[in-house]
Nanobody, 120 residues
Framework: QVQLIESGGGLVQAGGSLRLSCANS????????IDWFRQAPGKERQFVAK????????YYSDSVKGRFTISRDDVENTVYLQMNSLKTEDTAVYYC?????????????WGQGTQVTVSS
């Protein structure tokens, strides 16, 4: 069973930064496309960012484009989400999700989530 372990969440003031990490226990890490999603209280889970396996192409939702950066370290088996210029509306539980050998479709594995709270 593959495990995704998120870390790096916390409380930060608006305008601040956080870096989330998603560690993957599978030695085939390079073959996973990793997405970040978030879910705020009372709202549906929404896509935040994606980094594709193979090409390394990145994709972002319009709400975070220019502020968040997704990257991967295939040696450390970890994907990062650097979040800058945080806004109160970024407050949510952030989840990483992994798909093996594909960029879209059903998610194979979910992490447990990490809370990000942005105060005004």
């Amino acid at each position: 069973q593959v495990q995704l372990i998120e870390s790096g969440g916390g409380l930060v003031q608006a305008g601040g930064s956080l870096r989330l990490s998603c560690a993957n226990s599978d030695s085939r890490f390079r073959q996973y496309t990793i997405d970040w999603f978030r879910q705020a209280p009372g709202k549906e889970r929404q896509f935040v960012a994606k980094i594709a396996w193979g090409t390394g192409r990145t994709y972002y939702s319009d709400s975070v484009k220019g502020r968040f950066t997704i990257s991967r370290d295939d040696v450390e088996n970890t994907v990062y989400l650097q979040m800058n210029s945080l806004k109160t509306e970024d407050t949510a539980v952030y989840y990483c999700a992994a798909r093996f050998n594909r960029d879209y479709g059903e998610v194979d594995y979910w992490g447990q989530g990490t809370q990000v709270t942005v105060s005004s």
